[in-house]
């Protein structure tokens, strides 16, 4: 079994900043992809950003040069660097991987959320 377990999430104003942190424990092999999602109350969940083992990076248009997805393979950990925070942003974020395990069985993993809560 694989764990992701979140943090960094909390209450900011707009305009403010917040690091979110993933790290990632249990039967892993290797992890494909790590990635953030959002959703907010009555939304459906979104792609916020992805990074691939290689660093190949993608972010949804609405967040494009504010958010920097990063990930230290050693570590098996994804950051989410939040920048220029709106009101928007105010969502539940959760973390993503598609890990191989020790039989090379890959499988999607979430994290449990983490709230994010921008003043206006």
């Known amino acids: 079994q694989v764990q992701l377990v979140e943090s960094g999430g909390g209450l900011v104003q707009a305009g403010g900043s917040l690091r979110l942190s993933c790290a990632a424990s249990g039967s892993i092999f290797s992890i494909a992809t790590m990635g953030w999602y959002r959703q907010a109350p009555g939304k459906q969940r979104e792609l916020v950003a992805g990074v691939t083992f290689g660093g190949n990076t993608n972010y949804a248009g609405s967040v494009k040069g504010r958010f920097t997805i990063s990930r230290d393979n050693s570590k098996n950990t994804v950051y989410l660097q939040m920048n220029s925070l709106k009101p928007e942003d105010a969502a539940v974020y959760y973390c993503?991987?598609?890990?191989?395990?020790?039989?090379?069985?890959?499988?999607?993993?979430w994290g449990q959320g983490t709230q994010v809560t921008v003043s206006s």
């Open positions: 993503n991987a598609y890990v191989s395990d020790y039989y090379r069985v890959g499988r999607n993993y």
